[in-house]
């Protein structure tokens, strides 16, 4: 087992590759009381069109799927799963993104027996035709409910105003048409193509001994079959630079309106480090636009066009990336065109180096701090290792960025094609 040594942090990572193909890696954080166990694969919602394991042809499943599969692996023919970790005083939980789903859970107690649970049940799938149309109930009632909700419906209808054919435009959950078509030979293919212990990465961290937790991964891993690994041929639709939709307005029922603002993400690198610089110097210039102390949002604030509801989250991933900026707001109008003026000239902005090193010791500050979080270092760490990147790492790509790199970056970032808007209005 490879163990490394981040001095800076005071850590420590375990490092295994299993025959099968799966990744195992351990946190031992002896001062915690808690346990938690994540278990990813790198499949996630825009993965709808791929060359099946074992077979030659692409196939094109429904919108829908990754989020459907996380549903029914919880279930199985004689029980559910939630119920077995509830036995063993665990708190367990998934989620899928655009890009992965992750199955997790936290204890304080019975680590080994939560673990082996976790790895049986993601591994071990049950799907039968009857329990997969009953499912399409649930799912419904759950894409329905989402569509109620103003937020959830101006979030994915910025991004869809952003991108034109790349799957990212597409509901996570997909829509009540689209799941209604998924079958069971859909799930199963999609579940041997991308379940493969080669596409997944297990994570530990909590009071545990390393070598304890490689060896009963090990014995669990050793008492199933899998097929050898193979690269997953996956395709992604070429996507223009400029947005879909400049502009789009929904109508729902809010009692003030809503103005979002997307920032559609060009050239991602694809070299690792310079992925890794891009996101800081997005972190960066989002702190220096857009918190409490930004230059845009100080003038917004001023003019009353925003309120406690104001908010930015961007997303950079290896073929895609946005930024969307949104708030409450009694002027939707002058939002947008307030905001979308200081995005096409934002060369203009003044930028001086103390700004920078200010918010920059902040972000190393803040990278430390969130350290503390069992949760956040499993997930992220994760997430960069699907991408052949360490987390940890990342922080001395934070320390070496330059004052130079960020005024370029800022003054480069944003052209007038890259930019929509979203406003809700209220129902007449």
């Known amino acids: 087992m490879e163990h490394k040594y981040y001095k800076q942090l005071d850590e420590t990572i375990y ?46 499943v429904p919108d829908g799927v990754a989020h459907f599969l996380e549903h029914k692996l919880f279930e199985k023919e004689d029980r559910d799963v939630f119920h077995d970790f509830s036995k063993q005083g665990a708190s367990a939980n998934a989620f899928t993104s655009f890009t992965k789903t992750a199955y997790l859970f936290s204890a304080t107690s019975n680590i080994d027996e939560n673990i082996k649970t976790l790895l049986d049940f993601v591994q071990e799938p049950y799907f039968s035709d009857e329990s997969v149309e009953k499912e399409k109930g649930i799912i419904a009632q759950e894409i329905n409910m989402y569509d109620d909700q103003p937020d959830w419906r101006a979030f994915f209808g910025t991004i869809k105003n952003m991108f034109e054919k790349h799957p990212v435009h597409i509901d996570i959950a997909g829509t009540v048409d689209s799941i209604n078509k998924i079958t069971k030979e859909d799930l199963y293919t999609c579940y041997e193509s991308f379940y493969h212990p080669s596409n997944m990465v297990l994570f530990i961290a909590g009071n545990i001994e390393p070598e304890n937790i490689l060896e009963l991964v090990q014995n669990n891993q050793k ?89 930015y989250e961007s997303y950079l991933e290896e073929n895609f990336g946005f930024t969307i900026i949104s708030s409450n707001t009694k002027n939707p109008l002058e939002f947008t065109e307030v905001l979308n003026n200081h995005l096409v000239n934002l060369d203009k902005l003044s930028i001086d180096e103390n700004t920078f090193k200010r918010i920059k010791q902040k972000k190393i500050g803040q990278f430390i701090r969130s350290l503390n979080s069992l949760e956040l270092i499993a997930n992220q760490y994760s997430h960069y290792q699907m991408m052949d990147l360490d987390f940890f790492e990342s922080l001395a790509t934070l320390e070496s960025l330059t004052f130079d790199e960020y005024k370029q970056f800022i003054r480069s970032w944003v052209s007038e094609e890259q930019l929509t808007q979203l406003i809700v209005e209220k129902e007449a």
């Open 223 to 311: 008492g199933k079959t899998f097929e050898p690994p193979q690269p997953i041929e996956r395709f992604y639709p070429e996507e223009p630079k400029a947005v879909a939709n400049k502009k789009t307005i929904l109508n729902m029922p809010v009692s003030i309106p809503k103005a979002f603002v997307g920032i559609k993400e060009a050239d991602i690198p694809k070299n690792g480090e310079e992925f890794i610089k891009r996101e800081w110097l997005l972190d960066l210039a989002l702190d220096f636009l857009f918190s409490k102390s930004g230059v845009i949002y100080e003038e917004m604030y001023e003019k009353n066009l925003i309120d406690q509801s104001f908010s």
């Open 15 to 60: 490092t295994k590759k299993l025959e099968n193909g799966l990744t195992v890696c351990v946190l031992p954080r002896k001062e915690m009381a808690k346990t938690f166990g994540i278990f990813t694969t790198k499949y996630g919602s825009i993965d709808q069109h791929f060359v099946p394991i074992n077979q030659q042809e692409a196939v094109k």
